[in-house]
């Protein structure tokens, strides 16, 4: 389970690892994962869980280099 994916928890475990903008930058994309995502991380299927796993890296490398949380991954 990830700790700071619980709606509604105003508790950032990792903020003091990264600051706020960051770790809002994070959030918004996880909020935005296309729900294919998030059901295919929890996959069996090693090949598949590995192809959420880089599409949803994708997507938070797009937005930490851009610094908005827009993308083009769906």
Do not use: Y
């Not at 990830?2 to 770790?23: L, N, Y």
């Not at 299927?45 to 994708?58: H, I, N, S, Y």
């Amino acid at each position: 389970m990830i700790p700071f994916a619980v709606a509604g928890s105003k508790q950032r475990p990792h903020s003091g690892c990264m600051d706020e903008k960051t770790t809002n930058l994070i959030m918004a994309i996880l909020s935005r994962a296309p729900q294919w995502i998030r059901h295919d991380l929890l996959s069996k299927d090693a090949g598949v869980k590995q192809r959420a796993e880089e599409t949803l890296a994708a997507m938070i490398a797009n937005a930490l280099a851009t610094g908005t949380d827009d993308s083009t991954a769906s």
